[in-house]
């Protein structure tokens, strides 16, 4: 009987992170801390003592949740670095969710999802609207029908929306 293999995975089979040794990391860079991808806000090293290694003091700032996280390792031990990504997507709509609170009788909104599209044209419809002032932002122009990208970090099955770019007229005139 032959083994049966499953061809239909969506995944690559490649890492989230990959392996660098913690001398050669770099402020502005990204390592994994605690389990968790932040980027690089500070680093020192301290000199080796009598009978041990030079030390790095990383200090990272979370790149979805924006926590804190430090730590301390060897100069010379290796730590995992996350592979991240960003990719600029064009804001479609925006569609409100609904709840009905029996107490009010209101209809309240409760978030909102954003269709954006990739350069290949598909559209996807799973990111929500951020909270906070990034969130309002997004919709301050899509309301004002201004054409705008989303920047989207991707890192270690997460993704976040992180920024907002106006969309020039240069890049919407077709080539002839």
């Known amino acids: 009987m032959a083994a049966s293999i499953d061809f239909e995975s969506g995944k690559s089979g490649a890492s989230d992170t990959h392996p660098q040794q913690c001398s050669a990391l770099r402020k502005n860079g990204h390592v994994v801390i605690k389990g968790r991808p932040v ?3 500070e680093m020192s090293r301290s000199q080796p003592g ?3 290694h030079a030390k790095i003091h990383l200090v ?5 949740t924006h926590k804190k996280y430090e730590d301390i390792c060897p ?3 290796t730590v995992k670095v996350p592979n991240v990504k960003r990719h600029d997507f064009q804001l479609v709509n925006i569609e ?5 609170d029996p107490v009010t009788k209101h209809v309240n909104i409760v978030g909102a999802y954003m269709t954006l599209m990739e350069d290949s044209g598909e559209l996807r ?3 929500t609207l951020p909270r906070g002032d990034l969130g309002k932002e ?3 122009k899509f309301d004002n029908e201004e054409d705008i990208f989303v920047t989207v ?7 976040a929306v992180i920024g907002t770019k106006n969309i020039s007229a240069k890049y919407m005139m077709k080539e002839d």
């Open 75 to 77: 100069a010379t031990h």
């Open 138 to 140: 997004i919709r301050k």
């Open 96 to 100: 409100d969710s609904h709840e009905f």
């Open 125 to 127: 419809h799973d990111m």
């Open 60 to 64: 990272g700032i979370d790149i979805f």
């Open 50 to 52: 009598k009978h041990g």
């Open 39 to 41: 980027k690089i806000v």
């Open 153 to 159: 970090l991707e890192a270690m099955g997460e993704e």
